[in-house]
T-cell receptor
């Protein structure tokens, strides 16, 4: 059974600082890995999807890396802004098309 | 224009009652899902329907019954509600059952007292 862990559970940084969010998973036989953003009272928004054959994906200030063999992914957010405050969820996709989610990292960016 | 919508957004009810949550998507997707997010914030899949057919049915009490009248709608009916059913329930949709790109609704916060 796939277990997904996200550390830290919460993070508070001043505006402008770079953010580093970690995700680890127990079963390396994954199909892909996604990072989602969850805002209070709203659904999840997919930020980046990395296929198992890829090492990283980039979108604007966001960069996600994937090391399948060690069961780790890292989401980097450059030059954080107050609007980046949210909960970030990591989800691992298996060959049966199911997603296994971590509990998330809640980020607060202080102005 | 909302892509995946759920009603109600909040639901407070007493133990033993029966309640329903509705979900609609206007994306033209074939596949819809129900997830439960518990107090520890883990999102876990409950059900998935593809073109009105049940394709994923995780270990969920049979008090939970999904119904898909058409591929744009997936409702969740819960009988004999228990305290442990309190959670946020998310509906999602994807283009096909083998697509990992899922679009989520805003969630329904269910509180059972």
């Amino acid at each position: 059974k796939q277990e997904v862990t996200q550390i830290p559970a919460a993070l508070s940084v001043p505006e402008g600082e770079n953010l580093v969010l970690n995700c680890s998973f127990t079963d390396s036989a994954i199909y892909n890995l996604q990072w989602f953003r969850q805002d209070p009272g709203k659904g999840l928004t997919s930020l980046l999807l990395i296929q198992s054959s890829q090492r990283e994906q980039t979108s604007g200030r966001l960069n996600a890396s994937l090391d399948k063999s060690s069961g780790r992914s890292t989401l980097y957010i450059a030059a954080s802004q107050p609007g980046d405050s949210a909960t970030y969820l990591c989800a691992v996709g298996a060959n049966d098309y199911k997603l296994s989610f971590g509990a998330g990292t809640t980020v607060t960016v202080r102005a | 224009d909302t892509a995946v919508s759920q009603t109600p957004k909040y639901l407070v009810t007493q133990m033993g009652n029966d309640k329903s949550i509705k979900c609609e998507q206007n994306l033209g997707h074939d596949t819809m899902y129900w997830y439960k997010q518990d107090s520890k914030k883990f999102l876990k899949i409950m059900f998935s329907y593809n073109n009105k057919e049940l394709i994923i049915n995780e270990t969920v009490p049979n008090r939970f019954s999904p119904k898909s009248p058409d591929k744009a709608h997936l409702n969740l009916h819960i009988n004999s509600l228990e305290l442990g059913d309190s959670a946020v329930y998310f509906c999602a949709s994807s283009q096909a059952h083998n697509s990992y790109e899922q679009y989520f609704g805003p969630g329904t916060r269910l509180t059972v007292t």
